[in-house]
């Protein structure tokens, strides 16, 4: 029955309905600076993800006491660092690690803030309540000094367990922005109007709530990206994050903990930081445009 | 029997307060709530905003829970039934919404809210369920190129006839309608209200129909309850309650109903003038000590007034 | 109101709880003990001394006896002894709770020095030039992280321009209790206190730009100005008073933010500090140092919320209702 007249039909109204992609894409278009944002930080990605293409890994970690510390030239585009190993390979697969592990934390996290966030807006009352109360407690803890902790005594450490310390503290402001939308949905007639029909709870909050909040999580998830990211660069800063053997951004900013290094050595550290606050600074202006694509309101397109 | 039978409804809901958030009273949003509908009629819930009219209609079909009686539906108690079993005679039950802009839900296209109920009771092909909406969405007065529409792109009127066509996908027997056309234009609102006469026929439909306005309510009901904090005061034939109203509450909103002829005006306030003086007066014969109304008294086998027992 | 505050101090009871079983059964979790940690590679000891002294200390009595006596020695001051610097850690903490704590005040009231004439500018004068500069400044302290901000911070003013000290909190070749000493203090404190304190006007900045750009188009402010307020007088009068006074009670909110700060700004900066002192007792094993500290930063955040909250509430009665 979906014939060339139904599939023409559903074409005019996607068009007459642009999906939020579609409109974040035109705001993004629309300003300048997001839109240089999106493609240095596309070409940053790229290129950081592409690199085992042209890098060998093995060759790249291996030690090298005749080159160490060497300053920027040729064969080195940035120098070495003190076991010899060439800078600039280091800084493209500590991107690589960086931004894999900051997806990583912002999606588990993002998941589960989502989950129990929909479960608290839903049921409210009771459910909401104790949810809420456990929130307030983990919202208290010092929790940089919780995840140290945490890694310091966890076995088999990984960076599976890594990552999973990080959701594990990031979950919990996104769970309460998402319950107190999905309060407000609530006391909307279209989710009481699904409950008459018969419609299963899990199947209201995942169909009928959540795409009515999909562009505050999109948001928010976006703006979390680069938070996370820091976060794992910070511990990796102070030791507590990747294992020396694979290389972060914040591997590399480590060597900075020594005065002389970052004082004679700056090649080694400087290149990361800046490519840090780049990344973040992108990040943040697609995000801010993004922002502006949900809300009808401050569009510029 | 009657299709719909409500035994002393009760819905409380609690005022936490004190050190420890104990309950401390009850808010009696509906107390004490009786009434039957017979299968085929239309029957007219009215009172002023806050009486317990739509909490009692949503009692019925479970959005909000009874703390006390019953609710018997083919003489079955929707009242104590668990989730599971419910949802077995919940598809007999349908509710149509005060507001058409909040009741559906936007990121969702006309088709995927009609198929809503139909993809929760029934097995069918997609090609089976487009054939049943179009039929559904023709049926209500929308084109059926509209399917892939969204509701934003409809007027208030046409997005009331989506929510009924969605409520009548799973042809009900009884369908709540909870101030359907309070929220529309009233050069709107008789459409909308003739159409639902019309598919009441065609579709052997019995309304339960939520309203504060007096002159919607006597053009479409064939009985009428009147409430008041949560409890009946009066209860009667269209006929017996506009020209015969026997309760002051009711003698007081009948004359507050606006009069277009300007000749009797006046005989309209001074008939306001009266039930006034009235309320003072004759205070202790409609409600108790405690300000509650008495239980209802039949008057003729069709209506009953809330009075003190022995009369007026 | 004094109800709402009995009811927010009860709550804080579970809360102190919870937090030092917590931390209780990760001390647990930790590799060593208070004895194995003292006697660590001292060869004259044998495994049935160790043993021994294990059973006087308690450490082979069940859970719950053991947290009661940590708990009960904890309040009274005593939070056992730290290995690595062979004292207790109480005296051990003592001076570097007044770094952290010297630190923290000075990047909160640089923040705010920096954060409300410049939320009040941007909005005022929201979609000007100003305000479109001071958005670009407030997007880059959100997405900078602090340890890549200091580090940069430390490479130009401190190595480059030579302009700051480029660690520890004071000369020690000056003599104490000296103006010279306190001016060296001060000295040493400006880069970290800078760093922090240039990142952390992100939310006061946000709240106030947010708030005077909703607040100057209330009915109230319309009327003002149609009584024929001066402009001027109409900010002072009528919005600043209403959208100041929040602030003051997020100060305790702030807390969390300061205490994982001053972890990299200690770091950087080798300021000694609890920060610092976390990390070095982390890394050398000194467990029992760390327990202290994770308790009194827990803590300090627990009791800075309850405050805020409660300032909260007195400014705002309509928060008290929940």
């Known amino acids: 029955m979906v014939t060339v007249n139904q599939k023409e039909l559903i074409a005019k109204e996607k068009a007459n309905n642009p999906s939020l992609l579609k409109t974040i894409w035109r705001e993004i278009r629309h300003d300048k600076l997001a839109l240089v944002s999106l493609v240095l930080l596309l070409g940053i990605i790229i290129t950081a993800y592409s690199s085992p293409l042209f890098i060998d890994q093995e060759q790249l970690q291996r030690v090298n006491f005749l080159e160490t510390w060497e300053k920027p030239s040729e064969t080195h585009l940035l120098g070495t660092d003190d076991g010899g190993r060439d800078v600039f390979g280091q800084l493209l697969l500590g991107t690589r690690n960086s931004f894999t592990i900051g997806l990583s934390v912002t999606l588990i996290a993002g998941l589960f803030g989502l989950t129990i966030g929909l479960i608290a807006g839903y049921f409210g009352g009771f459910v909401d309540n104790i949810i809420m109360r456990i929130i307030d407690f983990l919202m208290v803890l010092p929790s940089l000094m919780f995840i140290i902790v945490f890694i310091v005594i966890v076995p088999d450490y990984s960076v599976f367990t890594f990552v999973l310390m990080m959701s594990a503290f990031a979950w919990f402001g996104k769970a309460r922005l998402i319950r107190s939308k999905g309060l407000a949905e609530r006391e909307l007639d279209y989710i009481n109007a699904s409950k008459t029909l018969g419609t299963p709870s899990w199947k209201i909050m995942v169909f009928e709530m959540f795409p009515n909040l999909s562009s505050l999580v999109i948001v928010n998830m976006t703006l979390t990206l680069a938070v996370n990211i820091g976060l794992e660069t910070s511990l990796t800063f102070l030791g507590f994050g990747l294992p020396a053997s694979t290389p972060s951004l914040g591997t590399l900013i480590a060597f900075a903990t020594n005065p002389d290094i970052v004082q004679n050595k700056w090649w080694v550290w400087l290149p990361a930081s800046l490519l840090i606050l780049v990344m973040m ?20 397109a | 029997m009657s299709l719909l039978n409500v035994k002393d409804l009760q819905v409380h809901f609690p005022i936490r307060g004190g050190f420890f958030r104990r309950v401390v009273d009850q808010v009696r949003a509906v107390d004490g709530v009786n009434f039957e ?13 806050g009486c317990g009219k739509t909490t009692t209609g949503r009692a019925i079909i479970g959005l909000n829970k009874a703390t006390g009686g019953e609710v018997l539906f083919n003489g079955e108690n929707l009242a104590t039934m668990n989730g599971h079993d419910r949802k077995k005679h919940i598809r007999d039950i349908q509710m149509i919404f005060q507001d058409p802009y909040s009741s559906l839900n936007g990121r969702k296209n006309v088709l995927n809210i009609i198929a809503e109920p139909l993809r929760n009771f029934e097995r069918l092909s997609p090609k089976e369920e487009l054939t049943r909406v179009q039929n559904m969405i023709e049926r209500v007065g929308l084109s059926p190129e509209s399917i892939y529409k969204y509701p934003h792109q409809f007027s208030g009127g046409q997005r009331q006839r989506i929510g009924i066509a969605r409520a009548l996908m799973l042809n009900p027997k009884l369908i709540i309608a909870d101030e359907p056309v309070s929220a529309l234009d009233v050069s709107v609102q008789a459409q909308v209200l003739n159409f639902m006469r019309e598919i009441q026929k065609d579709f052997g439909l019995t309304y339960l129909f939520i309203s504060h306005d007096l002159g919607v309510i006597k053009h479409i009901c064939d009985r009428i309850g009147i409430m008041y904090k949560g409890r009946f005061v009066e209860e009667g034939t269209a006929e017996d309650v506009y020209t015969n109203p026997q309760h002051l509450y009711t003698k007081r909103l009948i004359a507050a109903i606006p009069e277009m002829d300007p000749v009797k005006r006046f005989e309209k306030m001074e008939l306001r003038e009266q039930i006034n003086v009235a309320y003072r007066t004759e205070y202790d014969s409609y409600f108790d000590k405690d300000g509650r109304m008495f239980d209802l008294k039949p008057l003729t086998p ?8 022995g009369g007026m | 109101m004094v109800k709402f505050i009995f009811r927010r101090l009860l709550v804080m009871i579970p809360q102190l709880f919870l937090l030092s079983l917590i931390i209780f059964v990760l001390a647990k979790q930790m590799p060593g003990d208070a004895v194995t940690g003292a006697f660590m590679g001292n060869p004259n000891v044998t495994p049935e001394q160790v043993e021994k002294i294990r059973e006087q200390y308690g450490l082979n009595d069940p859970w719950y006896v053991q947290y009661g006596a940590w708990v009960g020695k904890a309040v009274k001051g005593d939070l056992g002894q730290s290995y690595t610097h062979k004292q207790p850690v109480t005296s051990l903490l003592a001076g570097r709770v007044a770094n952290t704590i010297t630190l923290s005040l000075f990047v909160l009231i640089v923040s705010y020095a920096v954060a409300i004439p410049l939320g009040i500018l941007a909005g005022r004068w929201s979609d000007t030039w100003v305000d479109k500069l001071i958005v670009t400044y407030n997007y880059f302290s959100f997405a900078t992280p602090l340890f890549v901000f200091a580090l940069l911070m430390l490479f130009v003013f401190g190595f480059i321009l030579g302009w700051f000290p480029t660690g520890g909190s004071v000369d020690i070749r000056i003599e104490s209790g000296t103006f010279a ?3 060296s203090k001060l000295h040493h404190l400006v880069l970290p206190g800078l760093s922090g304190a240039l990142l952390a006007t992100f939310g006061t900045i946000q709240y106030l730009r947010n708030d005077i750009i909703d607040t100057k188009l209330k009915d109230f402010v319309k009327t003002a100005r149609s009584k024929g307020v ?3 007088k109409v900010y002072t009068r009528h919005i600043l008073r209403n959208s100041l006074l929040p602030i003051a009670a997020f100060l305790g909110y702030e807390i969390t933010g300061l205490i994982g700060g001053s972890i990299f700004l200690e770091v950087i900066f080798s300021y000694p500090g609890l920060g610092q002192l976390f990390i070095q007792s982390i890394t050398g094993r000194d467990f029992t140092v760390v327990t202290a500290i994770v308790m009194i930063s827990g803590a300090a955040v627990i009791v800075g919320t309850m405050l805020s909250d409660v300032i909260l509430s007195a400014i705002d009665p309509r928060i008290r209702i929940e």
């Not at chain 1, 943040?284 to 949900?294: C, D, E, L, P, T």
């Open chain 1, 281 to 300: 600074l992108c990040i943040n202006y697609i995000g801010q445009a993004v922002k502006r694509a949900s809300d009808a309101r401050q569009r510029l």
């Open chain 2, 37 to 49: 509908l017979e299968p085929g009629e239309t029957y007219g819930l009215v009172g002023e905003s």
């Open chain 2, 302 to 309: 069709t209506h009953s007034v809330a009075v003190h027992q």
């Open chain 3, 181 to 183: 000493q306190f001016m």
């Open chain 3, 230 to 232: 001066p402009e001027g």
